[in-house]
């Protein structure tokens, strides 16, 4: 049973349009593209929109951490979909589980490994459908949701997740199907789907027709209720866990409004401000790294 199937769909949030900044450098170039053709081939351009949109990026692995796929203790490949991924685990001792985001790698979570192994701890990651070592080309949130949903249920109970960027909603989606973890840490989660959209279509500077165009097309897609399945502010109020939300005071991918939003939304959750270290040095910067692992031992 895949996870669109468990969920429970509400009415639909009608998004509204929103002035879209240009985007710049090659992301530009695209997007101008993108608008040209909208002008002469509409339908065309829609599903070129579309396409970019479920296409994730496979970047290459960080060379610092490559060395950690010979050293993990186990291995696995889980089914999820049509598609088969692979799941690392280094440690033995209690679950944490690392869940990436659009266009990374379970690899990405690499500076955690060697503290929380010494912890006495279990880190498991894996590389969602289309994204790092897993097969396929195309994805979309439901599948990462349940690619959540199954390395938890394979590798739980869970004493905590790390959640990177849009992997933050999909785990969320997950949890409330019924993944659960005593603690949750969230690194620049967006607020909703509705914003994943629109800063996609800010990047590349694509017209308000168009990315009305794409939202339409996830509606028919997943139905209109697709809005609410990924928004904090439907899903968090129903999460259970000790949340702790770190927010970066340059990020420029998610703007800090939108973590910002999530942590007043979830029950019981603290917030870690930091300026400087954007949206992916989150991933290995000793103050995130350090303050998960203090959380973890009981120090704070």
């Known amino acids: 049973m895949t996870v669109q199937s468990r969920i429970n769909t509400r009415t639909a949030i009608r998004v509204t349009d929103r002035v879209v900044t240009p985007a710049n450098g090659k992301a530009a170039l695209l997007g101008k593209g993108m ?43 889980l089914r999820v979909g049509r598609q088969t991924i692979p799941v690392y685990s280094w440690g033995f ?82 949890m409330v199907d019924g993944v659960q973890a005593e603690h949750v840490f969230l690194l620049a989660p967006p607020r909703n789907l509705e914003s994943v959209v629109e800063g996609f279509g800010r990047t590349l500077g694509l017209s308000p027709e168009l990315i009305a165009g794409q939202r339409a097309r996830m509606e028919q897609r997943f139905g209109a209720s697709v809005w609410q399945q990924f928004s904090f502010d439907t899903l968090a109020p129903e999460l259970s866990g000790r949340a702790l939300i770190f927010v970066d005071r340059d990020d420029q991918q998610i703007p800090v409004g939108e973590s910002e939003t999530v942590f007043g939304k979830w029950p019981n ?32």
């Open 35 to 77: 608008n040209l053709l909208h002008r002469a081939l509409p339908t065309l351009a829609g599903n070129a929109v579309e396409h970019l949109f479920f296409t994730p990026r496979r970047l290459p692995a960080p060379g610092r951490y490559e060395s950690l796929y010979d050293q993990a203790e186990g291995y696995t490949q």
């Open 93 to 174: 001792g209690p679950t944490v589980l690392m869940v990436h985001g659009w266009s990374g790698a379970g690899i990405q979570f690499g500076a955690f490994v060697g503290l929380l192994v010494k912890a006495g701890y279990r880190v498991v990651a894996f590389d969602a459908p289309a994204h790092g070592r897993a097969q396929g080309l195309r994805t979309d949130l439901f599948e990462m949701s349940e690619a959540v949903y199954r390395v938890a249920h394979s590798f739980g109970p869970l004493k905590a997740v790390v959640a990177h960027s849009i992997g933050g909603l999909a785990l969320a989606r997950a």
């Open 269 to 300: 959750a603290q917030i870690f401000r930091t300026q400087g270290l954007g949206h992916y040095r989150l991933l290995w910067h000793p103050q995130v790294v350090e303050r998960v692992y203090d959380r973890l031992s009981g120090v704070e």
